[in-house]
Each structure stands twice: as C-alpha cells, then as structure tokens.
C-alpha cells in the first residue's frame, strides 16, 4: 500500500482508540468505488459473512448500540458504509457476502468490487474479517485472505460467536483455522471474538491502535 499518511498521525493508544470509535459517525454508502469518500487518510475496513456477527462486532468496538444494524436477516448491509473517527480516520462496513437470497447479478458485482477495494485502496490500513467460530472458513472467506495478503495488507481473523463455545474449544478452533491458513500461505492473526460477551476485544483495539497510528 502506497503510504499517504499525514505527517500530523502519531501513535495512539488502546485507550484513544477505544474514545476514538465511539464517537463514529455515518457518513455515506456507496455502490461503486467511485462513490467512496477520498482515498486519503487511514481507513480500516470490516467484512464477512451474512450473519457472521459483524454488525454486532461493530456495534461492540464502537459503543454505540445501533450504529451497525443489526438484523434476523442475513445480508442486509449491500452497499459499503462510512463512518468518520476523525477528520483523517474512517471505519468502513463492507457488505455483507454469501447470502443466497441476493440476486447473481449483485453477488458477482460485490464479489468484483470487494477485490478492487482490498487491492486498490490506497488509504486502507487494516481488514477485521468476521468468521463464525463454529464453521470452517467458506471458500470467499478464504478468497479475501488471499486478496488482502496479495495486497500486502495486514488482516486480523476474528472467529465471531465466541460465546458460543466453551473456552477450550474455541482456542482449539482458533489454532486449527491459524494452521489451515499457513498451509494456505496466508499470514493473518486469529482471534476468538465475541461481539456479545467482548471476548477478544482487547486484542482487536490494540490491532487498531497500531493501524490508525499510521
């Protein structure tokens, strides 16, 4: 990624962080590249399955109960949505992918646009990608891996519905998937996350502390 950071970024802490997403405000959605915000600044991108908890994981990392939508019906999130930290920082909610009642015709638009944004963004920092710890990674989980390690972009798994589990065996689920993507030639951090009991938080702010810092 080309490095178009102002010099005015420094270090943040968990903490600022932690201040810094709660005060995230919706800015726009859009359909096409085009229609996104400038490509400047730093940004960092959520992703995932229909019904793998990201709205919830959002909601969670930002306080803010609502500010993702939450819904009993997968892919409701079909376009990409901004929020402003800052003047210079933005979080960004892609849609939502693999839901079977969204036409072909917008699963392959998606599937196209979801590879241009990872590989052609130039102010993204950093992909959460949001799995269901209790599911093998599907083959388009596996493909935006692969698109953010071809892009040289640091990406960190978050194996979601944590709460699920008992602790035990979400550790040894998280180590199975780190094993399957090494042999996959994927280098990516995995973390069990819960969007409800915030299992694994700590770890996630830290990873955002460092990517907004620039």
């Known amino acids: ?12 802490s968990m903490d600022e962080i932690t201040r810094l997403l709660a005060t995230a405000t919706y800015v726009t959605s859009s359909h096409t590249l085009k229609q996104l915000p400038a490509d400047q600044g730093i940004e960092v991108a959520v992703a995932g399955r229909s019904n793998a908890g990201k709205s919830t994981a959002i909601n969670l990392l930002t306080r803010q109960k609502s500010l993702a939508r939450t819904s009993k019906t997968p892919g409701r999130t079909q376009q990409i949505i901004s929020f402003d930290l800052d003047a210079d920082r933005r979080l960004m909610d892609l849609p939502g992918y693999g839901y079977a009642k969204v036409s072909k015709q917008l699963q392959e638009h998606w599937q196209h646009t979801l590879g241009q944004y990872l590989q052609q963004r130039q102010c993204l920092r950093g992909l959460l990608l949001i799995a ?21 972009l640091p990406c960190l798994l978050l194996l979601s519905k944590a709460d699920k589990l008992k ?20 280098d990516t951090g995995v973390v069990p996350f819960s969007g409800k009991s915030g299992t694994g938080k700590d770890e996630v702010f830290k990873t955002l502390a460092a990517w907004y810092s620039g």
Not at 167 to 186: H, I, S, T
């Open 1 to 12: 990624m080309t490095d178009n950071i102002s010099n005015s970024h420094v270090s943040i």
């Open 132 to 152: 269901d710890i209790r599911h093998s990674l599907k083959s388009f989980d596996e493909q935006m891996l692969r698109w953010a390690s071809q892009a040289g």
């Open 167 to 186: 602790r035990g065996p979400a550790l040894d689920q998280a180590a199975k998937v780190r094993k399957l993507l090494k042999g996959v030639g994927v």
